[in-house]
Nanobody
């Protein structure tokens, strides 16, 4: 059974850092584009970042560009989202998602992804 599991969320002060992990079981992430999405209370889910299956293409939302970095470790079957200089507006539940249908690209559109994790809470507050 294909599953994704996020970890690494928590409470952090403004300006701090967190690294989220997205570990896959039941399938190999090598052939999948991975997206990170977040959803804050009362807001729509938004695409934060994504990485193509061949790692050649990445996307970052303007709100996180220069602060977040997406990366992949195929040996561990895990994708990471390094989040630096966190702001209160980054507070949300963060989800990772995977899909094999993007042919070397990735897109930050949640409805196009097949597999989803359960989410991890990130709270940025002093």
């Amino acid at each position: 059974q294909e599953q994704l599991m996020e970890s690494g969320g928590g409470l952090v002060q403004p300006g701090g850092s967190l690294r989220l992990s997205c570990a896959a079981s039941g399938f190999t992430l090598d052939y999948y584009a991975i997206g990170w999405f977040r959803q804050a209370p009362g807001k729509e889910r938004e695409g934060v970042s994504c990485i193509s299956s061949n790692d050649r293409n990445t996307y970052y939302a303007d709100s996180v560009k220069g602060r977040f970095t997406i990366s992949r470790d195929n040996a561990k079957n895990t994708v990471y989202l390094q989040m630096n200089s966190l702001k209160p507006e980054d507070t949300a539940v963060y989800y990772c998602a995977a899909d094999s249908g993007f042919q070397g690209m990735c897109v930050p559109i949640s409805t196009l992804y097949t597999y989803w994790g359960q989410g991890t809470q990130v709270t940025v507050s002093s």
